[in-house]
């Protein structure tokens, strides 16, 4: 394949803010995307697994996205929302939704609640998807995070979905933690967009054609990762690429969610973003203010929000 | 507690049968609950794991219940449908929804997209439902299905929700294959409806205090299960108890749900029965026909549509 990628860069799987009646807060959501893409991203992948994205109803995530779409403050072209879910019909109806807004991907989980489908079974919950939205601006990344969904994609399964739909089948993010397979994937499908799914392997990943990165650490530190992606080839690439490696093990001592929103919420002094969806629980004070030291004493860790818009 | 139970005996998670545009179909789906109900039924669980609930739309699960309550042909009392998702908001349509069409109770998965979630988060998810839904008609049926939905309930939890909730959360289904957990609950919380997810635990779960079963088999086999439900004190009981085990074992031989649907399908001759929705896949022909044959000529088992409305 020689075409020029769909996504490639850094990408944040955006943190969803809730407000005081548990809802999403769409003004926090748009201006944390604003600042996202101010400090390094290169596009965003609301509706991950970072954002809650599943614990978010469909009605919900539809709202959220054409309130960051109205805000024209980026291209909706560079948006990827989550749309996968357990439902072959609910899927349709948020990936119609993206692609009418005109996002540029959609970042699909197959369906998670029945454990071991078959190839055969995952293979046409996907072609019934691409066939009920019907349309060819629909680009699709499929989203490979095993730990969590339990379900998740084989290589035969997606050498298969790229024979079928290979204008519409484009990339896939890689959670599943196991760099061989992240190789694996490159080494079979040169030109398919490959992003692990953590900036752990981003340099290793560049050096054998990965197209970036998506990953949770992205929405405090993407101006540092976005560094490594941008002189991937320089002298300093090494040492830069060891430096992002550290602050992600740092934050990933903690639970990574609850971390992300404490982190945001003391250096915005916005103490509303450290609110979680159950079955999410909100860190203690106590615990919030670990992450803060921890990562404040260890790595210098700083978040400046004069960069936003 | 002494109270009378919301709901006892022999309940199926109602198979969906699916039409040739991939939607629900409606029309197969009240006459298949008409039939459970005439053969031995008590009530009927709409939308478990059985029925392929979770990949059904959230707008398809409303319309099929919807059709159903129409139909007049039971007392929406006798529902129970499944109403739990990952996502909260999702789940407060649904049981909102599910509550105002006079459904008796609810059967609710926790949120199981995010894995080992904490007792606090899974406690507070059930909360928020119940204080967002604000009716004290709702009656929650707790889904333990750990094999599947990887995310369960600890006696722990179920304790601290009974006793917070003691007028809303009055029974649970224990899929989890294990007799022992089965016997904890009933020991433990006395009154408290509990339903084995399988007619293998029937007579030792009644011996014990179970409300009855609700069992994808009760979708085929309801009139055996129901004659041991209404004979467990008579001196047949464990005869009959142990035809049932038979048959269960002999069906569960097969991959469950398409081995239902090709039995519906032949019995009924309605080839349109043995439709799935992906991630499941049809049985080939080949594979229904041994599904027949083996319970046919093993069991002498057959089903009589005579018996429908």
């Known amino acids: 394949m020689q075409k020029k990628p769909t996504f490639c860069g850094v990408i944040a799987p955006v943190l969803t803010p809730f407000?005081?009646?548990g809802g999403p807060d769409a003004e926090r959501f748009v201006e944390h995307c604003q600042w996202l893409m101010a400090t390094g991203c290169t596009a965003l992948a609301p509706f991950g697994t970072t954002s809650e994205g599943n614990s978010l109803g469909l009605d919900e995530r539809m709202e959220l996205l054409e309130e960051l779409v109205d805000a024209r403050t980026m291209e909706p072209a560079k948006l990827m929302p989550g749309t996968g879910t357990c439902a072959l019909s609910?899927?349709?109806?948020?990936?119609?939704?993206?692609?009418?807004?005109?996002c540029g991907g959609v970042l699909m989980l197959p369906p998670f609640y029945y454990k071991a489908p078959s190839e055969e079974g995952l293979f046409r919950y996907f072609a019934e998807v691409i066939d009920e939205v019907a349309d060819?601006?629909?680009?699709?990344y499929l989203y490979h995070i095993p730990p969590v969904a339990q379900v998740g994609f084989s290589l035969s399964l997606v050498g298969r979905l790229i024979k079928a739909f290979p204008d519409t089948v484009v990339g896939l993010k890689d959670s599943s933690g196991d760099w061989n397979n992240t190789a694996a994937l490159l080494a079979t499908y040169p030109g398919f967009e490959v992003f692990p799914g953590s900036e752990v392997?981003?340099?290793?990943?560049?050096?054998?054609?990965?197209?970036?990165?998506?990953?949770?650490?992205?929405?405090?530190?993407?101006?540092?990762i976005r560094n490594v992606y941008d002189n991937w080839q320089g002298p300093d690439a090494d040492k830069l690429q060891a430096d992002i490696t550290a602050l992600r093990k740092a934050i990933q001592a903690f639970p990574m969610i609850p971390a992300l929103k404490a982190l945001i919420a003391h250096y915005r002094q916005d103490p509303a973003w450290v609110k979680l969806r159950a079955?999410?629980?909100d860190l203690s004070t106590a615990d919030a203010d670990k992450v803060i030291r921890t990562l404040a004493d260890a790595h210098g860790f700083k978040l400046d929000f004069a960069q936003a818009a």
């Open 136 to 140: 060819n601006r629909l680009k699709i």
């Open 279 to 281: 079955p999410f629980v």
């Open 201 to 224: 392997f981003l340099l290793d990943g560049l050096r054998k054609g990965a197209a970036g990165c998506i990953s949770a650490t992205c929405n405090v530190g993407a101006a540092a």
């Open 90 to 102: 609910d899927a349709v109806v948020l990936t119609k939704h993206a692609v009418d807004l005109g």
């Open 19 to 21: 407000g005081e009646d």
